[in-house]
């Protein structure tokens, strides 16, 4: 059915594995609907149900179904996710991940670059510089896109980047 097809292809731009109850915030079915969903695909092998999670049987038919969606749609699923994330409450690094994955997919700009910024403080604070790294350096990369009230970026690379890098401004 065409609602069996959205809620699959929501799965897909949800990304490998999908959980019910984020499936069913984003999706915006009743959950029995998107149950029925997930069962049909497991039956004809697209999922697996693994009692936690469903999990895509191949990368190549998540991506195949993911483009089932268009452009439009999967900027929306993305922007849903980051608010029934967002909703959940929370601040651990894998949340802060998980949401700015969503929140540059769904071009939420502000919301990516607060996140990625989150997640570089995380990373620095915990010792893994690399990370910080790479979560500064992307949020970086972000900055072209943001609305003009940002922080100068010069000051906002100095006091984040250069300190998780172990460097000193002097």
Do not use: K
Request: with cysteine; net charge negative.
């Amino acid at each position: 059915s065409a609602d069996a097809g959205e809620v699959l292809t929501a799965a897909a731009i949800l990304g490998r594995q999908v959980q019910l109850p984020m499936l069913t915030a984003v999706s915006g079915y009743p959950e029995r609907q998107v149950i029925e969903a997930l069962e049909g695909a497991s039956r004809a092998g697209l999922l697996v149900d693994t009692g936690e999670a469903y999990v895509f049987s191949h990368d190549v038919v998540r991506e195949v179904v993911e483009t089932l969606g268009g452009s439009e749609r999967r900027r929306m699923v993305h922007r849903q996710a980051v608010a029934v994330l967002e909703a959940g409450g929370g601040d651990d690094s894998e949340r802060n991940t998980r949401i700015s994955y969503h929140a540059v997919r769904g071009e939420a700009w502000e919301t990516a670059w607060r996140y990625l910024v989150r997640g570089g403080e995380q990373a620095t604070s915990a010792g893994a510089v690399r990370a910080a790294l790479r979560y500064y350096d992307e949020a970086l990369d972000l900055c072209p896109r943001l609305a003009s009230s940002r922080p100068p970026v010069a000051a906002w690379v100095s006091s984040a980047m250069l300190p998780a890098a172990g460097l000193d401004r002097t």
